[in-house]
């Protein structure tokens, strides 16, 4: 699929959402106790295949959808997250605006082409200077600004682009089984920070394995 039709398509879905609420601290904490989960057994609940808006429950934890290798799981803890792209090489969870049109951020976990994760940042640092990007690799690897192609996972379940507004941060894990990108895509620097906290909140739940 391409980019471009992939993010307009990606804004769309938010507008039906700006209703749902936004990041606020208190909402966006999680529980200093247990949390109670429907899931059988206390199981992480695989996200299906397929591409479709669904809601998430904050009260679940959540596993990668079937297929997709190294297992990924989290646990949202506010209500307004949603996925829309569910494959065995990429899935997403995103948070709308608090007001206004568009996604505040999509967190991506993407497989990539490329057979490690030094080589697949080598791959986005190149698309990043096709579309004028900039590319920052101190502590963290960050993309800023552009217009382009910047992030493709292997069959191409999720594409992202470098966008003029925008901020695109990549992490990588290489387990055993191959290599794993966490994204998080603004694309309105703006609200960054806002997009931060409430990101927070789902990747510090993430579990790979």
Known sequence: MRTRALLVAAVLTFLTLA?????????????TGPVSSPSAAGEPEPLPLGKSE????PNVQ???PEGFA???????????????????????????????DGPLEVIAFIVPPEGTGKEALAAI???ADQAGATVA??????????????????DQGI????VPDGTTRVETTDPAQGPVLR???????ANLAAADDAANVVTSTIQVS
């Open 19 to 31: 209703g749902c609420g936004g990041a606020d601290s208190e909402r966006d904490s999680p529980p």
């Open 54 to 57: 669904l809601a998430l429950s």
């Open 62 to 64: 959540y596993v990668s």
């Open 70 to 100: 190294p297992a990924v799981s989290f646990q949202a803890f506010a209500d307004g997250w949603v996925s829309t792209h569910r494959s065995a090489d990429a899935f997403d969870v995103s948070r709308p605006l608090p007001a206004g």
């Open 125 to 127: 640092a190149q698309r």
């Open 137 to 154: 690799r101190k502590g963290e690897f960050v993309v800023t600004g552009g217009d382009g192609p910047l992030i493709v996972s292997r």
């Open 159 to 162: 594409a992202l682009d470098a």
């Open 183 to 189: 994204v998080l895509w603004v694309p309105d620097a």
